[in-house]
């Protein structure tokens, strides 16, 4: 009887201890599942944020070596006027600006795989107009060949035989290799081609150590060379062809490309874009090479 009544009292104390932890490992259950939804929102709001964010971001791919519409100031910051001028498109427009300097032989390569939204440096629209979607055609501009002072190359004529340079992926490297118009130069210049550097400064330090005889570049870049360096370099004076900036965009993004040729008009109706031409006009820059109005 007394064993009985042991097991009785010892089989409400194991039913009593069961319902406890029950009771316990419910409430650590609903807490858990309670964590998980909030971390769960809470990542879901991070992400949004962040693809909302993503999504009013502009990207100006540029080259850092292009003054003066794109360049690496003294303090190591990047400057220019066509990144002074996408800046202003994008405070306009509610866009988060950011200038990415990039390599631009690899331009196509850094659009097309998301990495900027735009090309937006001095980028010459003609013989490229089905190859991006485009904004209107803002800035006049030629490309010529510049030569050391007091050198005998006056004309295209007495360039048989000399070392030619230009920026790889230029558009004065397409002038020269591609268009009929023009090919026909080449076979004038040292082993009948025209050569390619990564970039315009390293193209400028080797005509002035006379390294090269011929430098081919646009127009603002040869106005720049020849106000930084005075007495040092010459411009021919016959350009090769006389084209226009624009910006440009992956090909289906019209509406973009139509609200920054929108905004442009409006920053040159404002005063705007002179005076940020005027801010570079030791540069070589003028208001009289605007064209979109």
Request: glycine residues 8%.
């Amino acid at each position: 009887m007394k064993k009985m009544k042991y097991l009785a009292v010892f089989a409400a104390a194991f039913a009593l201890a069961a319902f406890v932890l029950v009771g316990c490992s419910s409430g650590a259950s609903s807490s858990s599942a309670s964590t998980s939804a909030s971390s769960t929102s809470a990542s879901a709001s991070a992400s949004a944020a962040s693809a909302s964010s993503d999504a009013n971001k502009f990207i100006v791919g540029f080259d850092a070596e292009y003054p003066p519409y794109g360049f690496k100031a003294a303090d190591g910051s990047y400057t220019g006027f066509d990144l002074d001028l996408a800046q202003a498109v994008c405070e306009m427009n509610g866009w988060e600006f950011e200038a990415k300097p990039i390599d631009w032989d690899a331009k196509d390569l850094e659009l097309d795989s998301g990495n900027i939204t735009c090309i937006w440096n001095g980028f010459t629209y003609e013989g490229r107009e089905d190859k991006y979607a485009w904004s209107g055609q803002y800035m006049l501009n030629e490309q010529v060949f510049v030569v050391a002072e007091g050198s005998d190359v006056t004309a295209y004529e007495n360039m048989g035989g000399k070392k030619v340079v230009t920026q790889a992926g230029s558009a004065a490297y397409d002038l020269l290799s591609d268009n009929e118009e023009h090919e026909a130069m080449e076979t004038l210049f040292d082993g009948n081609k025209v050569a390619t550097v990564p970039d315009y400064n390293t193209a400028f330090l080797q005509l002035e150590s006379g390294a090269v005889d011929v430098v081919a570049c646009d127009l603002s870049i040869a106005q720049y060379q020849i106000a930084q360096n005075p007495g040092k370099f010459v411009q021919l004076d016959e350009p090769l062809n006389s084209e226009h900036y624009a910006v440009g965009f992956k090909l289906g993004e019209d509406e973009m490309a139509a609200k920054v040729t929108e905004s442009l008009k409006k920053l040159y109706e404002d005063g705007t874009v002179e005076t940020l031409i005027n801010k570079y006009a030791d540069y070589g820059m003028d208001i009289n090479n605007w064209v979109l109005k």
